[in-house]
């Protein structure tokens, strides 16, 4: 009798133990998976998938630059759930000089990103976590970009709409035709204009838009405005007859297009021809540290680019030991650096001296800013004809405005004429460079 009780009693009781030792395991099983900090995800079949840390890989903002700490998380390249490939752009960080990419230093796919579009990351902070060597659901990573060729395929689908071809009995609109002439003698041109409102006519638009300024034009804005309150400058100008070097160009362009797969503009005989003046006055070649002056040997000479995001100058490094064409080649790759957005910080560390080229967009004159620490900066303008007296004739000569402002501390009135003459010289007769005279 007490068998029989006890066989109904864990009978009735065996649902129950069997609910508590479910629960009882699942209670362990969490607590395991939290102690060995595991994150679960459901598949988008739903079906519970769990994602071990000790796969993940955590990826920090990189250095960017001895004199960069931190920055503007610009755009995300990659999403949660993406599969990347090693060196694969992640991120964009915008610094005050260039943008840095972010690149994974392994394959596998982004689990989690630490940092909001906007926010602002200091160099060695976590970044996003990847699961290395993961593939992505059902190649989610890949088959993304196939999804906008689905929705393209889609309006192929409308051949049933040939059926529709049947509704040609709309070739009625032959009444519209007839409509159509009864529609000008409606309204005179005098009664339209009449039936304007007369709030519509002339009514302004005063909308106004704010946007933050970048970090890159806030530096620019920082550099310029403190140049303009140290140094002393002071700008002087002189003209060039553009004739022999406009006709150098005209004669070996194509064959040096064919030679060195470059075309041969001006900015390479001005480099070259500052880089002669240069080291004919070396003052216009110095900078100010402190209470000393430093004079450089070499010439590392910034030229001006523009870009979307604003004002660049990468170095040419020792232009003195360059040729025209060296000059145009290294011009060529820095301005295909620059339109890419690809300009490093190391491609615009240093120079000793900088030319500004506002002709490009049509300026005539113009007093450049230096700078700084430089002690000079060479303004180029557009070339226009323009009478001039050669030989006691009258001539329509192509010619160029140029301007040198230099820093008055340590550059006298003397050393900037002379550089400019010497600059003059050079280009007015390009056999000069050559013979260096």
């Given amino acids: 009798m007490q068998s029989r009780v006890a066989v109904q009693l864990s009978q009735c009781l065996a649902p129950a133990f069997r609910q508590a030792t479910v629960a009882n395991s699942m209670t362990k099983l969490s607590s395991a998976l ?65 943008d840095i990419p972010v690149n994974s230093p392994v394959a596998g796919v982004i689990r989690e990103l630490l940092a909001k579009e906007e926010d602002t990351v200091t160099v060695g902070q976590d970044l996003f976590k990847i699961e290395e060597g993961a593939a992505a659901e059902g190649g989610a990573g890949k088959a993304a970009p196939k999804e906008p060729s689905k929705a393209t395929e889609a309006p192929q689908a409308p051949a049933p709409s040939k059926p529709a071809e049947p509704s040609q009995p709309s070739k009625a609109p032959e009444p519209s035709k007839a409509t159509a002439p009864s529609q000008p003698p409606k309204m005179s041109e005098e009664s339209k204009q009449a039936a304007i409102p007369p709030a519509s006519l002339g009514v302004a638009n005063r909308s106004e838009r704010r946007v933050k300024m970048s970090r890159m034009r806030q530096r620019i804005a920082e550099r310029l405005k403190q140049s303009q309150t140290t140094a002393a400058s002071l700008t002087t100008f002189n003209e060039i007859d553009m004739s022999n070097l406009m ?91 620059a339109r890419d957005n690809k300009i490093t910080v190391e491609d615009m560390a240093g120079g000793t001296f900088t030319i500004s080229n506002g002709g490009v967009f049509g300026s005539l004159y113009g007093t450049p800013i230096i700078n700084m620490p430089q002690a000079a900066i060479l303004g180029m303008h557009a070339i226009k004809e323009r009478p001039v007296v050669v030989a006691g004739k009258i001539e329509a000569r192509p010619m160029m405005y140029i301007a040198l402002t230099y820093d008055h501390r340590i550059i006298d009135g003397r050393e900037a004429v002379t550089f400019l003459v010497k600059l003059k010289e050079a280009i007015e007769d390009p056999r000069r460079l050559l013979l260096n005279l």
């Fill in 34 to 98: 939290a102690s060995r900090h595991t994150k679960s995800v459901f598949s988008t079949h739903g079906s519970l998938r769990f994602y071990s840390d000790a796969k993940y890989k955590t990826i920090k903002v990189p250095h960017m630059a001895d004199s960069i700490t931190e920055g503007t998380l610009k755009a995300w390249a990659k999403q949660v759930g993406e599969q990347v490939e090693q060196d694969e752009e992640v991120a964009s960080i915008e610094t005050d000089k260039v």
């Fill in 247 to 337: 006709e150098l160009r005209k004669t070996y362009k194509d064959e040096v297009l064919k030679a060195h797969g470059v075309k041969l503009g001006y900015m390479g005989a001005f480099v070259k021809a500052s880089s002669h003046a240069l080291q004919a006055v070396p003052e216009v070649n110095a900078s100010i540290d402190g209470d000393h002056v430093v004079y450089h040997d070499f010439c590392d000479i910034s030229v001006a680019v523009a870009t979307p995001k604003g004002l660049v100058t990468p170095v040419l490094r020792n232009t003195e030991r360059m040729g025209i064409v060296d000059v145009e080649q290294q011009i060529a790759n820095l301005g295909r650096k």
